[in-house]
């Protein structure tokens, strides 16, 4: 029995062991951790961005669509704005450069449809607008914010939403304004890879537990969080969503407290990568949570919340602006891209690990 004992207490140190680690082994990447005081953090996707596959010049054109995105929301803020104005007005120079999946460049549906969500948050009164699967409306953060501001709901989708932005007299577009031969080539490769896999094995399952599998290598995402001179915070994202999506299929982009959220008491907070896993970590409610209520500061609780993710399976990241000013841009990927401006107007910008 004494020796029966002894091995299962080393079998058991063996587990935790080995526990640790793969916990050791986490890839985690956070390069915020010192205390300026930033008013707009910006991202552009997470993803398999390495910087052996980029080309001098996407990487210069990545570069440049992030800094103009940051010099438009930086001057706004510097106008003395407000923060919901920088981040709409940041995020339609986002939706508007064909390189990030959202609005003109979204990522193509399996019907080779582009549906775009988006979502903007006011952290000074907790309003909240957001639109989901739309095809015609320009710059679905406009519409977002429309639901917000002129309307008693939250969230509109479909045909209900856009017909809303054009009564609110947003700028209706042809579906055929977001094509872009990049993503159409991405649908084709997706479908190919689709239709080898049930080939190759009949008994194929998608991969993970969700029934979905994310066979796109960058999750392109945008979102901004902003800090105006009235201490106000706001939150805004919009996306394409993931290449290949079936059946109506939205993610945490649109979804108040999943992918968006902003409270002026802890964080603004914009998050970027598979939804489901962030929807089902309630990703930026929790990240602002955790600063609440366990008193963590925001690149703890930013680490926290991606931690959460991975150990789930998911991958991304997200951006975080508190109400001092403190920003936090954790990934679990390869690479984000990703940028803030400071208040005295020194802008970084950042793509790899």
Same mark, same amino acid.
């Given at each position: 029995?004494?020796?029966?004992?002894?091995?299962?207490?080393?079998?058991?140190?063996?587990?935790?062991?080995? !526990?640790?680690?793969?916990?050791?082994?986490?890839?985690?990447?956070?390069?915020?951790?010192?205390?300026?005081?930033?008013?707009?953090?910006?991202?552009?996707? &997470?993803?398999?961005?390495?910087?052996?596959?980029?080309?001098?010049?996407?990487?210069?054109?990545?570069? &440049?669509?992030?800094?103009?995105?940051?010099?438009?929301?930086?001057?706004?803020?510097?106008?003395?704005?407000? !923060?919901?104005?920088?981040?709409? &007005?940041?995020?339609?120079?986002?939706?508007?450069?064909?390189?990030?999946?959202?609005?003109?460049?979204?990522?193509?549906?399996?019907?080779?449809?582009?549906?775009?969500?988006?979502? %903007?948050? @006011?952290?000074?009164?907790?309003?909240?607008?957001?639109?989901?699967?739309?095809?015609?409306?320009?710059?679905? %953060?406009?519409?977002?914010?429309?639901?917000?501001?002129?309307?008693?709901?939250?969230?509109?989708?479909?045909?209900?939403?856009?017909?809303?932005? /054009?009564?609110?007299?947003?700028?209706?577009?042809?579906?055929?304004?977001?094509?872009?031969?990049?993503?159409?080539?991405?649908?084709?490769? &997706?479908?190919?890879?689709?239709?080898?896999? =049930?080939?190759?094995?009949?008994?194929?399952?998608?991969?993970?537990?969700?029934?979905?599998?994310?066979?796109? @290598?960058?999750?392109?995402?945008?979102?901004?969080?902003?800090?105006?001179?009235?201490? @106000?915070?706001?939150?805004?994202?919009?996306?394409?969503?993931?290449?290949?999506?079936?059946?109506?299929?939205?993610?945490?982009?649109?979804?108040?407290?999943?992918?968006?959220?902003?409270?002026? @008491?802890?964080?603004?907070? !914009?998050?970027?990568?598979?939804?489901?896993?962030?929807?089902? =970590?309630?990703?930026?409610?929790?990240? !602002?949570?955790?600063?609440?209520?366990?008193?963590?500061?925001?690149?703890?609780?930013?680490?926290?919340?991606?931690?959460?993710?991975?150990?789930?399976?998911?991958?991304?990241?997200?951006?975080?602006?508190? /109400?001092?000013?403190?920003?936090?841009?954790?990934?679990?990927?390869?690479?984000?891209?990703?940028?803030?401006?400071?208040?005295?107007?020194?802008?970084?910008?950042?793509?790899?690990?």
């Amino acid at each position: 029995m004494k020796t029966f004992s002894l091995l299962r207490s080393a079998a058991w140190m063996l587990v935790i062991c080995s !526990s640790l680690q793969v916990r050791a082994d986490t890839t985690y990447a956070d390069d915020s951790t010192h205390q300026e005081k930033y008013v707009l953090v910006i991202h552009g996707g &997470a993803g398999t961005i390495l910087k052996k596959n980029m080309t001098a010049q996407k990487e210069a054109a990545y570069k &440049a669509g992030l800094e103009e995105a940051l010099k438009t929301g930086y001057k706004a803020l510097q106008a003395g704005k407000s !923060s919901l104005d920088a981040v709409e &007005a940041t995020i339609r120079v986002l939706e508007d450069n064909p390189l990030f999946n959202a609005g003109k460049g979204a990522v193509f549906t399996h019907d080779g449809r582009n549906e775009m969500d988006a979502a %903007i948050m @006011n952290g000074k009164t907790l309003e909240a607008g957001s639109v989901a699967g739309v095809s015609t409306i320009r710059n679905p %953060i406009a519409a977002a914010r429309a639901v917000m501001e002129k309307s008693e709901h939250v969230m509109m989708a479909g045909r209900g939403a856009e017909q809303f932005a /054009k009564e609110a007299g947003l700028e209706i577009v042809d579906p055929a304004y977001f094509r872009t031969e990049e993503r159409w080539e991405g649908l084709q490769k &997706a479908l190919k890879a689709d239709s080898l896999k =049930s080939r190759l094995d009949h008994s194929y399952q998608p991969a993970g537990k969700l029934g979905v599998e994310n066979i796109d @290598n960058k999750f392109g995402t945008v979102g901004a969080v902003a800090l105006d001179k009235a201490g @106000n915070l706001a939150a805004g994202t919009s996306t394409g969503g993931m290449t290949n999506k079936k059946y109506g299929r939205i993610g945490d982009a649109p979804i108040i407290g999943a992918g968006t959220y902003a409270n002026n @008491n802890t964080v603004a907070v !914009s998050c970027t990568g598979w939804g489901e896993f962030f929807i089902r =970590s309630v990703v930026a409610y929790d990240l !602002s949570a955790l600063m609440a209520y366990k008193g963590l500061t925001v690149q703890e609780a930013g680490k926290a919340v991606i931690e959460k993710v991975g150990t789930l399976g998911g991958n991304g990241g997200l951006i975080a602006l508190d /109400k001092n000013g403190h920003a936090a841009l954790p990934f679990n990927t390869e690479g984000m891209y990703r940028g803030m401006v400071t208040a005295e107007g020194k802008i970084t910008i950042e793509i790899y690990k």
